[in-house]
């Protein structure tokens, strides 16, 4: 059997909802069904940062679930998956995940990704780091999720935010194996 096309796509309160909103767009383009999931923190900066409604929000991906919906499908580890993508994740969303709390949906996804060896990766947005954070990332890391903060290529002379923020998705979904049209690469450097 092969393993479904389906991804979990979690927005938190960190700031970057676009890294969020185009995963969707890109998977949806890519036929990949995807599973929403929203913290509160995550809506409130939706509405600060975008001018998409909730609603708008949620018609991007295939299912959408309330964050308190704890008996939702991505809750259990039989609901197969590609994995889980959290953009943007917030340290208390990955401070949670790093210690196995789960006091919403969205831990509670993450939570089992992990735990049924999928690939789990947070795109964490703060800057700069304390030790705890750090910490954190390296409990995450030795529970088999990887840390992406989306940090802009230059070498790709980007002329717009949407160029950054396509490298940055182009680079996550690199680690599920998926192309995404139009990435730009290191192509190495010539000599002459």
Request: charged share 20%; hydrophobic share 45%.
């Amino acid at each position: 059997m092969t393993q479904p096309r389906r991804m979990i796509i979690g927005i938190t309160g960190a700031t970057g909802v676009v890294y969020g909103v185009r995963l969707l767009q890109v998977l949806k383009q890519q036929g990949i069904e995807t599973h929403l999931v929203v913290t509160k923190a995550g809506e409130m900066t939706r509405a600060y940062e975008t001018d998409l409604s909730a609603q708008q929000l949620r018609n991007l991906a295939d299912v959408w679930y309330p964050v308190t919906d704890i008996g939702a499908a991505i809750a259990s580890g039989s609901f197969k998956t590609m994995g889980m993508i959290i953009a943007p994740c917030s340290i208390r969303t990955m401070s949670e995940i790093a210690h196995g709390t789960t006091s919403n949906l969205l831990t509670r996804a993450a939570d089992v990704v992990l735990k049924e060896r999928r690939l789990l990766v947070l795109m964490v947005r703060e800057t700069p780091l304390t030790v705890g954070h750090l910490r954190s990332m390296l409990a995450v890391t030795e529970s088999g999720g990887i840390i992406a903060p989306p940090m802009p290529a230059f070498y790709i002379r980007p002329q717009t935010i949407e160029e950054l923020v396509d490298n940055a998705v182009g680079r996550v979904l690199d680690l599920f194996d998926i192309e995404m049209e139009g990435m730009q690469r290191w192509k190495g450097t010539l000599m002459h």
